[in-house]
């Protein structure tokens, strides 16, 4: 029986000092499995030395493929990029800080022999997240599963395995130029577990998302997941419109009775708080907008770099 072919995928950013032993690790874990492999890195418009150390591996490596972003597009595209090119029978996308274990492949592997086309990664303990993360990370679930017709499992990474079934399936449809990978594979069905870890502090370097870089995601995921906030904002703003009938109509009365509705302050903070509310509704559907925007331009979601030297 043939052999089955695995591609890792593996986003890279800046991560200079992380790449050798990142490399030596993982084909070590490779090699303790029955199953021939690629290994795709991603360099999504690194500008400290990744590119130079990435050509260099690949020249040495028969197994390695790396391509290189014309400049960052972010990691969703890097994910895409690696999931475009591949050729396994399975695919796994991972980052190369080391936080995605690569001894855990041995796992999702064998969870994929048991007929699974999608295993997720669901982190159970973060050694380097603080208290305000670790909040804000369920909080953000919990809500993205309140909106979604959906089930997302909370705490699911971008580190994941899918099935060759699913990855046709990503390289046809689901374009979207703004896209939450880790939820796209869990609304397009079929046979999926997860597999519980402990995500370990990084080895080296820092992290590379920022604090706006995750609000920037998680409008991404939202936005990508359901059209709720929009509906929401249709009831709020028909809420605050029976309000203001029922306080013309109050005020209209008072007046025949000689008794006019009056107060500087009631008036300014009713005005303020409808303002508040309607540039918030306003800005929920300038994202959508938005979004739309950037979809209709048919944009490519990335741009690759080779270089004649490459």
């Known amino acids: 029986m043939q052999k089955k072919t695995i591609t890792i995928v593996v986003s890279v950013y800046n991560e200079e000092d992380m790449l050798s032993l990142f490399l030596k690790e993982l084909k070590k874990d490779l090699q303790k499995i029955d199953c021939n ?9 690194s500008i400290d030395n990744s590119r130079n ?12 493929k790396v391509i290189n972003f014309s400049r960052n597009f972010g990691h969703e595209a890097a994910m895409i990029a690696g999931i475009d090119y591949s050729i396994g029978d399975m695919v796994i996308c991972m980052d190369s800080d080391l936080q995605h274990p690569p001894e855990l492949i041995k796992d999702m592997v064998e969870e994929y022999e048991k007929g699974f086309d999608i295993i997720n990664m669901v982190s159970i303990k973060r050694e380097d997240a603080g208290f305000v993360k670790k909040i804000t990370s369920k909080l953000f679930y919990k809500f993205l599963n309140k909106i979604s017709k959906i089930e997302i499992e909370p705490n699911a990474s971008d580190f994941f395995l899918i099935s060759k079934k699913v990855v046709n399936i990503l390289k046809t449809d689901y374009r979207e130029r703004n896209r939450f990978i880790r939820g796209i594979i869990q609304m397009i069905g079929f046979k999926k577990t997860t597999i519980s870890f402990k995500v370990p502090a990084r080895a080296k370097g820092k992290s590379k998302y920022s604090l706006f870089k995750l609000m920037i995601l998680s409008a991404s995921a939202i936005a990508s997941s359901s059209q709720l906030p929009l509906k929401i904002s249709l009831m709020v703003g028909v809420l605050f419109g029976i309000l203001s009938i029922i306080v013309s109509v109050y005020s ?14 009631t008036i300014i903070v009713l005005i303020s708080i409808s303002f508040s509310i309607l540039f918030f509704v306003l800005g929920i559907i300038g994202e959508y907008l938005g979004y739309l925007f950037v979809e209709i331009k048919k944009r490519p979601i990335y741009i690759i770099d080779k270089s004649e030297e490459e």
């Open 252 to 265: 209209v009365i008072m007046k025949f009775m000689g008794n006019p509705f009056s107060g500087y302050t």
């Open 53 to 64: 150390i990435l050509n260099t591996i690949e020249k040495d490596e028969e197994a390695v």
């Open 37 to 45: 492999y690629e290994i795709i890195f991603v360099n999504d418009g």
